[in-house]
C-alpha cells in the first residue's frame, strides 16, 4: 500500500487516512520503515514522517482521551505487543518477492 501511495502521488486524502489508520492500528514505527522500505526512498520518507513518534503524537493532537497512549488505537505497551503481532505486519516485497514472516502468539494463561 505505501509502494502504491508513493508511487502515485495518493499522499494526499483518503488512502493517505487510511495508511495512518494503518501505521497506528499496527504501530508501524521506524525499524518497520527501515526494514521493509529502506531502498524507496519516497515511501520511505512519507511513511517515516508518519511512523515516528512525533508523528503519531502529532495525528493525535492535545486531547486529554489520547494522553499517554502510544497511538490512537493503542493504549499502552501491552496492546502495542499484540498489534505488532498481527499476521501481516511483517511481510515486505524484496526484489519482487513476498517476503513474510509469522510471529507466533501464545495463548494468554
Known amino acids: 500500500m505505501t509502494t502504491v501511495a508513493a ?10 487516512c487510511q495508511l495512518e489508520f494503518l501505521i497506528d492500528g499496527v504501530d508501524i514505527d521506524e525499524e518497520w520503515c527501515d526494514k ?3 531502498d524507496l526512498k519516497n515511501e520511505h520518507t512519507w ?11 502529532q495525528r493525535m493532537g492535545s486531547h486529554p482521551k489520547y494522553e499517554g497512549r502510544i497511538t490512537t488505537f493503542i493504549n ?14 511483517d511481510w515486505g516485497v524484496a526484489d519482487g518477492e513476498l517476503q513474510f514472516s509469522i ?7
Do not use: I, Y
Request: overall charge positive.
Open 36 to 38: 521493509f522500505l529502506a
Open 7 to 16: 508511487r502515485e502521488h495518493w499522499q494526499h486524502g483518503n488512502f493517505a
Open 76 to 89: 499502552n505497551d501491552e496492546e502495542s505487543k499484540s498489534a505488532r503481532a498481527v499476521v501481516g505486519r
Open 47 to 57: 511513511m517515516l514522517e508518519r511512523s515516528t513518534r512525533q508523528g503519531k503524537k
Open 103 to 109: 510471529t507466533q502468539c501464545k495463548p494468554d494463561e
